[in-house]
Structures are given as C-alpha cells and as structure tokens.
C-alpha cells in the first residue's frame, strides 16, 4: 500500500521565483505555492500518496518562534490524527537547521518528520528543488526512516536534526553534519541508512509541545559571539531585557575571554543557565576550565550555538530540569 506522504510548506528558496532562469540569487523566497511544487515533479506520485498544505510562505531568515511553534503545533497535529504515515516540510535552508531541531526535541512519534529544500530558485537552471522533494517524499515513505526522529534531506545525502548544520553559503552540498557524516544517502530512489541518529527527544515532548504552542512564544535567550577584546558588556543589558537564557559561542573549545567570563558567571548566580558553546564547526565543547564548571556553565558537547539556544529555549519554556536538558549535551 502506498504510504501517505503530507507536505507542509513553509516558503524558502524551494520555493523561490526569479525573473531569469540564470539567476540564483536576488530571487523572492516562498513565492512558489506547495500545489505548483508537487506538480512540478509527477514522480511524487510513485513515491507516495502525496498531499500538500502551505503554512507559511517566508524567507527562513524571518522565521519567528510563532511560526516556529505553529509548525510544531500542525506537525503534532497530523502525527496524532493518524492520517498520515510521514511528513515533509519544505523550508528554507537558512533557519532549516533550527526548525528540524525544535521539532527533534518534541518530536513522540515513531512516523518520520523530513526537512527539504534548495539552494537554488525553484525557477533556476539546473534547480535543486525537485529532486530534494522528491528525495524527502522517498524517505518520508521509507521503512527504514521510522524511529530516527527529525531528518533532513537534500542533495541525495540524509542528515540528522541533531549534527547537521548549513556550511557553504552557496553551493548545493551546504548541508553537512561535520560531528558525525551523514546518517544515509537516497540513491537514484532507493533510502539507505549507515548509521542511526542521536535522538534528542524530550521524554515529555507531547505534553510540552502542547504547551509551548499554546503559549505561541519562546523565551528571550541571546546568543553572544565570542571574539578578541570581548569585555561581555552586553550581557548585563540582556538580562535587564529578560533573558531567561545565555549561549556564548566561544571560541575553539568554549573558550570565553575573562571580562566576558565574570559577566556570565554573575549570570548563573542570578539564576539564568549558560551553556558555552563554540564559533567551530568541529569538535565537542567540552567542560575545559576548572573556572567555568566552578561557574556552572554547561559544556554545549555537539549543539551549534542556534541549537543551544533552542535547547535553553524549550527547557525554560518547558520547566525542564538541568539534568532533563544537559544529557542533550553529552
Ligand atoms: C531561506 O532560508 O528562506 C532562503 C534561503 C534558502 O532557502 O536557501
């Protein structure tokens, strides 16, 4: 039996239109409607039952954490009516990374939740898009997806919400998880898994999703990027502005400047969790510095500093304790 394959559309470069076919950039992200991007590529229609809703039509770099949420609330929605068999979300790739990750750590069920999208206009030469649809609907519909959680999918490669992460500003092999390689790879149709992804899924996820959605926010959590002459001044003026939460992308392992250091401790004492993490692509951030366990910052392990935040987000959002959200930084 064909497996029932529902896409929700959320805008993006997959779903972008220029004025020249030669054009890659300068184009209008989300123009593009999900019944003209199905329509686009009949294979969908071997691959699986497939239905199509638009929920959003954005530019990823203007998602909010309300459009964040009402994705999260429509994908919890089709997973519990059991109309479904899997999802795929088309985004764009700019803020993909965090989407598919919020949705990991409230993801319940053992039906696969697949990102795709493009790096190119769905109107270029040689446009990604299609394959990439098309690649996720296989996979959405593949067996083998079950019980992996969150994945992305584009340019043959299958990725984990966890480790992925958007590298190259351009090129169409953007999506890398530098800490781990890929999960599997779809090859000319057929879904293949090297290796199972780390699930990051809350062990409460359904009830706090429904929460969160509810409440249609997520809390004020900065993200400070360490560099040469970091004297953290803006850290005190975060916390006068409510910050419930602190990642500092430090440099290599963490690393964070002293004057910055003492500000982020004060942090702590006031209650506010820190979790350092890193500017580097490569490697785990580790817990280093004698001073910064004395401080309480929690090591960021394999979370990119978007990530974190939203790890920091949900936890005080969802009353999580340390321990319930510092064994996602292992
Ligand atoms: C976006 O993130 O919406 C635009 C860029 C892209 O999808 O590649």
New binding site residues.
């Given amino acids: 039996m064909r497996k029932k394959i529902h896409i929700l559309a959320m ?4 779903a972008g239109r220029a004025g020249d076919s030669a054009a890659t950039t300068g184009y209008q ?2 123009a593009v409607g999900v019944e003209e991007l199905i329509a686009a590529v009949p294979q969908l229609a071997e691959a699986a039952e497939v239905s199509g809703e638009q929920l959003a039509a ?4 203007d998602i909010t954490a309300a459009e964040q949420l009402l994705l999260v609330k429509r994908v919890r929605e089709l997973l519990l009516s059991g109309a479904v068999d899997g999802i795929v979300v088309t985004h ?4 993909m990374e965090e989407s598919a990750y919020l949705l990991d750590l409230l993801h319940f069920a053992d039906k696969p939740v697949v990102l795709t ?3 190119r206009p769905a109107t270029a030469l040689s446009a990604d898009g299609p394959l990439n649809l098309l690649d996720a609907v296989r996979t959405a519909a593949s067996e083998e997806a079950r019980d992996r959680g969150v994945l992305v999918v584009l340019n043959n490669a299958i990725h984990s919400a966890h480790l992925v992460t958007k590298v190259s500003t351009t090129a169409v092999e953007t999506f890398q998880s530098p800490n781990g390689g890929a999960v599997g790879a779809v090859n000319d149709g057929e879904v293949v898994f090297f290796q199972s992804p780390q699930l990051h899924h809350l062990p409460n996820a359904l009830s706090v999703s429904e929460a969160l959605t509810v409440r249609g926010k997520l809390p004020y959590v900065p993200i400070f990027y360490g560099h040469s002459d970091d004297d953290g001044t803006l850290i005190p003026m975060a916390l006068e502005k409510g910050a419930k939460g602190i990642v500092y992308a430090g440099m290599g392992n963490g690393s964070i400047p002293a004057r910055a250091e003492e500000k982020l401790a004060a942090a702590v004492r006031a209650g506010i969790p820190v979790i350092r993490a890193s500017s580097s692509v490569y490697g785990m951030v580790t817990k280093a510095e004698a001073s910064y366990e004395q401080a309480g910052f929690a090591a960021g392990g394999l979370l990119n500093p978007r990530k974190a935040r939203l790890l920091l987000q949900v936890a005080v959002c969802g009353g999580l304790s340390p321990a319930e959200w510092q064994k996602f930084l292992a």
């Fill in positions: 805008g993006g470069t997959i992200a989300g954005i530019d990823s770099k764009g790739t700019d803020t999208g493009a790096m």
